[in-house]
């Protein structure tokens, strides 16, 4: 028998004592009554009176013999139980609200702690630094520009600061076709040899690269992702040492990363060295700014130390170099954590905010409704006050089933949020560090501390509201309820205002954000967005060697396109507007006077062939477009877009005017309007170079038509097989699904604003129509006597809709005051609007006022519907 | 927590230690059931502690609790049936002691504050 049941037993056996003690003393005081000569029943009454409540006095006495706090507690809990059994509707409604509440919270910490909080997953990740360029102009401290190759150079062989100092570009390349697979276009990325090294990561499977395979003479080596390694050669480790094909170029398979090494890039699949495959110009120059630099700090080295190193190293190597006006003169870091999330920070600090809100008002809501159940059960806690229950008792057990509430919400959230956080790793990979979201201890501590702090907030709310003392006052106010008692209503029309001005926080929040989201999408691109498919294609080097192969490849193939049924245009163009700024080359205008020393110009360039604009839509507004007969080398003439001809053709025709750009002289022939690089950024300037030149390898080919866009992707994808079979074609994309995906982030945290605050509103509208329905309710007689009175229906229901509306206007009010602070937090967030947009807050305020007014009605017509003989009659 | 809690808490817990103290007075006389315990305080008092019988038994079961009684089910020699007797241990007369002459100590404490005049003289 353990201490617990022995226990059990003991108080059992003790209770039979008791009753027995009782009993033989209480007829014993029956007996003496009798003795004194009064009937059987009247001596029984008289010895009752003279002995008191027996069952009162057995528990108190038993309370002696208990384990106090234990048995208290069970009791609780035992009692708690029953009472939330007793109301399964009101239960299940403050457990849902505070699973919404938690899970979400849960959700959106365990994301935060696992991409911001979490450190990165390398050997003393501290010390990892990212590096960048910075001062080519005077204004230029912020932007995180690229690092030159050339640079990169002298920083590694003259610094004292970094113990290791690596490179890494990300780029795109073809998956030959082997064993019977598809070739693929797949994300890459080129390190330099110590990467690896400099990170403190070994790959799971064979070996790093060394210095020997990280030069143009060695033979060409990959390490594969762990991802790539299983989907494409079925996790067999005799991958290694076989050789595959990257862009018809043979590489020897050295390694396997482990499966979560996921630098610089989520959807990176396999590294190269980048000696191996960069030209050496593009190794050596200064000006060409393209690659990320990651340094490890010395030991005791501090990252304004290293920063102020490397800056010295670029200040002189700018000076000797003054007739390039592109060298920048300093440098500057960021710890590397800070560079790979840097974007998502924000975003989620606001939406962690945002949950906050939500849950501040699921506490809210829950305390609300326990505060009404409080005021439903009055008198019955009135009695129990007046038969002796403790105060504290009273609270403990008002907490207690609080505590039982948001448990149970919490168990439920935790679901939700385990749903939420799969659903979000499966559709975000594109995210960084989603693979480093998962639970762990601290999340469950987070989770339990939460719920605690649930219940304490909504429990010691509701418990304070019933803590007056006027029992009698309870009791005698239950008995003729002609006016509700004050102070509930008050409390609770407190706590509403509270509600709505959280509301109205989310409310602003959500509808700045889908109004900005708005303004994204519906930016003008300069080009046709509807009615166009894009598709990457890239030909590789290693066998489209000349010029003039790479000119037939692309000529071959938009004829065999256009003469598609259905097809209405196609082009090809290196870069598309929505894809990125990907290029700029720096040029100068042949007839205007050469530039002072140390400056210069560039512009975005693409290369396009003579139907692209016809097919993109964009308008030729002055000129031509390429002459299509002019091929190779005679391919010599430049397209300019309008902002070109603005900013560096001032009141001047800028048509038959050259351009000198990489060393050749191209002349003027059109301009064409503005595009966007970007969604979301203002037009550049754009130089647009002719296809025919046979130069450019890697493009996107689009193709505008009236019928179902999907259609195309298969029979271009023959076209292409038949063309070269190693070639793959990647990116099938309408130019809507492109442009919805570079805005995938802003639509993202737009939908989950509004699902928050849709949520609250919702909460919000359901605490209204429940305070009011039991105001309406409590002032039943009232009512009843104001209509026999001869008030008319319509002025009942105005006061009730008058009564309810007051704390929603003021919520609004406080509300809105506080949304002014708020949007400023979201100020980087936003794109087109200002923080202080007044459609926004126009439209929140009306929807409030309508979603309290609908939520006012229903109690306030029910009151005025009342039929005051009913009424009276009801006490 | 309100002053009137704290109030009535002090009143109870007063009475408390004195109704202790008068049980276990009761009790040096010789074993005795509840019944009689609660009837021979209100008559020596002459009904002045006017109190339901029932209020004695947290009271005495605490004492046995905390070892200053045992009880024991006797038959009661006038009537013919068990009854639950409670007598005073070693430890309960100690107790007794000690409550006695705090309670004196504080009776003459409180008296040399309300009736100064008498010490004087």
Known sequence: ?????????????????????????????????????????????????????????????????????????????????????????????????????????????????????????????????????????????????????????????????????????????????????????????????????????????????????????????????WGLWQRRFGGDPAVLNQTIHLDARPYTVIGVMPAWFDFPDPSTQLWTTVYHEKREDEMTSFSNHMFRVVGRLKPGVGASQGVADLSVISQRTHSAHLNDPFIFQSAKSRPLLEHIVGEIKKPLYVLLEATCCLLLIACLNVANLLVARAAARRKELAIRTALGGGWLRLIGERL???????????????????????????????MSRVESIHFDGVVAAFTVGVVVLCALFSGLIAAFSSSDKRILGA??????????????????????????????????????????????????????TQDVITMHLGIPDARYATPAQRANFYDTLLDRVRALPGVDAAGFATVVPGQGYQMDWTFS????????????????????????????????????????????????????????????????????????????????????????????ETPKPVQYYPLDAGVETVGTLTIRSSRDLEQFALPVQRIVSEMDPDLPVSDVLTMNQLLGQSTLDQSFNAALLIAFATLSLVLAAVGLFGVMSY????????????????????????????????????????????????????????????????????????????VAAFACIVPAWRASRLDPVQALRAE | MSSMAKQAQQRIGVLQGTLDMLILRTLLYGPAHGHQIGKHIQRTTNEFLQMQHGSLYPALHRLERRG????????????????????????????????????????EAVARVLWPAAEES
């Open chain 1, 1 to 225: 028998m353990n201490w617990w049941q022995s226990n059990r037993w003991n108080s059992k056996k003790r209770d039979a004592d008791l009753e027995r003690e009782l009993r033989s003393d209480l007829e014993l005081e029956e007996e003496e009554q009798r003795e004194g000569g009064i009937s059987e029943e009247e001596a029984r009454y008289a010895a009752l009176r003279a002995f008191g409540n027996p069952t009162l006095i057995r528990e108190q006495t038993l309370a002696i013999w208990s384990w106090n706090w234990l048995e208290s507690l069970a009791r609780d809990l035992r009692f708690s139980l029953r009472t939330l059994c007793r109301t399964p509707g009101f239960s299940v409604i403050a457990i849902l609200v505070m699973a919404l509440g938690i899970g979400a919270n849960v959700a959106l910490f365990t994301v935060v702690r696992g991409v911001l909080l979490k450190p990165l997953p390398f050997d003393d990740p501290d010390h990892l630094v990212m590096l960048y360029e910075a001062g080519l102009h005077e204004d230029d401290t912020a932007g995180s520009n690229p690092v030159a190759g050339g640079m990169y150079d002298e920083w590694k062989k003259q610094n004292r600061s970094y113990s290791g100092l690596a490179l890494a570009k990300g780029i795109r390349v073809g998956l030959s076709a082997s064993g019977g697979q598809l070739p693929e276009k797949l994300y890459s990325a080129l390190f330099s040899w110590d990467m690896l090294r400099t990170l403190g990561v070994q790959p799971a499977l064979g070996r790093d690269f060394t210095q020997a395979d990280d030069n143009p003479a060695a033979s060409g080596t990959v390490l594969l992702s």
């Open chain 1, 400 to 430: 207690m089933e609080c505590l039982l509430l948001s448990a149970s919400g919490g168990a439920l959230g935790l679901l939700l949020a385990f749903a939420a956080l799969h659903w979000l790793t499966q559709t975000r990979h594109d």
């Open chain 1, 475 to 528: 009791l005698h106010e239950a008995s003729r309820s002609v006016s509700g008692g004050n102070a509930r209503p008050t409390l609770r029309k407190v706590l509403l205002t509270l509600e709505v001005g959280l509301t109205v926080i989310l409310l602003v929040g959500a509808g700045l954000l889908l109004k900005s989201y708005k303004r994204l999408r519906s930016a003008d691109m300069g080009c046709l």
């Open chain 2, 68 to 107: 200053w009684v045992v009880s024991q089910w006797e038959t009661a020699p006038d009537r013919n049936r068990e009854f639950k007797y409670y007598r005073l241990t070693a430890k309960g007369r100690k107790q007794l002691v000690a409550e006695e002459s705090q309670w004196k100590q504080m009776a």
């Open chain 1, 775 to 850: 105001i309406a309710a409590q002032r039943t007689t009232e009512i009843g006597i104001r209509v026999a009175l001869g008030a008319k229906r319509e002025q009942v229901m105005r006061k009730i809709l008058l009564d309810g509306m007051r704390p929603a206007v003021f919520g609004l009010v406080v509300g809105l005051a506080a949304s002014l602070e708020a949007g400023q937090l979201m100020r980087d967030l936003l794109y087109g609007i200002k923080p202080l947009d007044p459609a926004v807050y126009g439209a929140v305020a009306a929807t409030l006022i309508a």
């Open chain 1, 589 to 680: 205008i042949v007839e205007h006077p050469p530039l002072p020393q140390g400056t210069g110009q560039f512009a975005l360039s693409r290369w396009a062939d003579p139907k692209y604009f016809h097919a993109m839509g964009i308008p030729i507004l002055h000129g031509r477009t390429f002459d299509g007969g002019k091929r190779l080398d005679a391919a010599n003439e430049v397209i300019i877009s309008q902002s070109f001809a603005s900013q560096y053709f001032p009141g001047e025709d800028p048509l038959g005017r050259h351009l000198r750009a990489r060393g050749k002289n191209a002349v003027i022939v059109g301009i064409v309007g503005d595009t966007r690089y970007a969604i979301g």
